[in-house]
């Protein structure tokens, strides 16, 4: 099946500071998400972004279809930016599983 | 409001007992994914449903089954041949023509005791 990779595992960062979250993937996608994970374990939308570059707000994503990796960036990271974020992909051949990456968990210190 | 939803939020269960999970959709979705995470750990798909009346085993399908009579509700149920239970169980929905987007309910987090 599809491989989905995410890097880092875990980032540490002071609040303020700017982050690059990634996902690789190992087959061509018809769909890609990124998602955040607050710490009562919800899962909320951030972007549903198959191809090419969204923003809202401090954060922004760009998925490179044909190189099969997409990035989320987050600028002026704040306190309430901490979880873990996870991408998740659905293969274009249509064997309908959404497949989730591991997760990025993010640490943002006061 | 639509939405999906999960009931109940916290549930705990003895040894050997069978116990239902519900997930409950007014978005009109046509497909409906039940995924399991561990403490730490990223989701993995236990079972999905595109249909009423069909659903396919997932990645980590043994010691669960399902049912999809209506289109709104994708019960799990954990039986007693799972052999390790507890964890935090989240369900999805999805249009279910391509390119469209999913969406989680709030999960229910089991615990054996």
């Known amino acids: 099946g599809i491989q989905v990779e995410q890097s880092p595992p875990d980032l540490i960062l002071q609040e303020g500071a700017n982050s690059t979250l990634r996902c690789n993937f190992s087959?061509?996608?018809?769909?890609l998400q990124w998602f955040h994970q607050n710490p009562w374990g919800q899962l909320i939308n951030l972007f549903y972004?198959?191809?090419g570059t969204k923003q809202n707000g401090r954060l922004s994503a760009t998925t490179v279809a044909t190189e099969r990796y997409s990035l989320l960036y987050i600028s002026s990271s704040q306190t309430t930016d901490s979880g873990v974020y996870f991408c998740?992909?659905?293969?274009?051949?249509?064997?309908?599983?959404?497949?989730f990456g591991k997760g990025t968990r993010l640490h943002i210190l006061p | 409001d639509g939405g999906i939803t999960q009931s109940p939020k916290y549930l705990f269960r003895k040894e050997g007992q069978n116990v239902t999970l519900s997930c409950e959709q007014n978005?009109?979705?046509?497909?409906m994914y039940w995924y399991r995470q561990d403490p730490g750990q990223g989701l993995r798909l236990i079972y999905y449903?595109?249909?009423?009346?069909?659903?396919q085993k997932g990645d980590i399908a043994e010691g669960y089954s399902v049912s999809r009579e209506k289109k709104e509700s994708f019960p799990l149920t954990v039986t007693s041949a799972q052999k390790n239970p507890t964890a935090f169980y989240l369900c999805?929905?999805?249009?279910?023509?391509?390119?469209?987007?999913?969406?989680f309910g709030q999960g229910t987090r089991l615990t054996v005791v």
């Open positions: 999805a929905s999805i249009k279910g023509n391509m390119n469209t987007e999913a969406f």
């Open positions: 978005l009109n979705h046509d497909a």
């Open positions: 998740a992909v659905e293969r274009v051949n249509r064997d309908d599983k959404i497949i």
């Open positions: 087959d061509s996608v018809n769909n």
């Open positions: 449903s595109q249909i009423v009346n069909d659903f």
């Open positions: 972004i198959p191809s």
